[in-house]
């Protein structure tokens, strides 16, 4: 089984300043990784994903992650934050045993929030 | 090129109607999936289709929903005798193929139950 959990709903930051985004994962195996992210009345867009390559993932918008095996986690960070980036993100796992849908889980999301 | 389609972007619904959702993958894509997003909450996935094919219907939240994909393009979701419950955002997305992680997601269609 896998999971994801997003440990926060909501992050507040000013233009500028840098972001962090947290999500840990569970699964049993090797897992593919990925962020989403998702603007107001927009479709999901892919900002980055880790499939067992390099753990530091450069993704677009300047925003990238680290794959921590030992912490679990996947957080995603940008150094300096603008107004656009203000979306709904979402850390999704996959197992690769699963293969495509059937082994994807969605975290709940977070919301950014960018203060001018 | 052309990104996925759905159709409507809005349906507002009388409880107890059917109503049929819309997906166009990316021309290619053989693999095409459909999720559910409720206020609040996450993704919820429902079912994926390999080609004209949907292996599990295990995610379908109830026999009220169906979907069928016909010439390994466009996709429907039914959902029959509508709930309340059943108002979301349902999101649709494609893949070069079913090993492929990589999603390419449609705006949306926003579902109403009045």
């Known amino acids: 089984a896998q999971s994801v959990t997003q440990l926060d709903s909501h992050v507040s930051v000013s233009e500028g300043t840098p972001v962090l985004l947290r999500c840990n994962y569970s699964?049993?195996?090797?897992?593919?990784l990925f962020w989403y992210v998702q603007h107001p009345n927009k479709g999901l867009q892919l900002l980055l994903k880790y499939t067992s390559a390099a753990t530091l993932v450069k993704g677009i918008n300047g925003f990238e992650a680290e794959f921590k095996k030992s912490e679990t986690s996947f957080h995603l960070t940008k150094p300096s934050a603008h107004m656009s980036d203000a979306a709904e993100y979402f850390c999704v796992v996959s197992d690769p045993t699963g293969g495509g849908a059937d082994g994807l889980t969605f975290g709940k999301g977070t919301h950014l929030i960018i203060q001018p | 090129g052309a990104g996925v389609s759905q159709s409507p972007s809005n349906k507002v619904t009388e409880k107890g109607k059917d109503v049929e959702l819309r997906c166009d993958p990316i021309?290619?894509?053989?693999?095409l999936y459909w999720y559910r997003q409720s206020l609040g909450q996450g993704l919820e996935f429902l079912i994926y289709f390999q080609g004209n094919s949907a292996p599990d219907k295990s995610g379908l939240p109830s026999d009220r929903f169906s979907a069928e994909r016909t010439g390994g393009s466009v996709s429907t979701l039914t959902i029959q005798r509508t709930q309340q419950e059943d108002s979301a955002v349902y999101l649709c997305a494609s893949s070069w193929n079913r090993d492929t992680y990589e999603q390419y997601f449609g705006p949306g269609t926003r579902l109403t139950v009045t």
């Open positions: 021309s290619g894509h053989t693999a």
């Open positions: 699964s049993s195996y090797s897992p593919s």
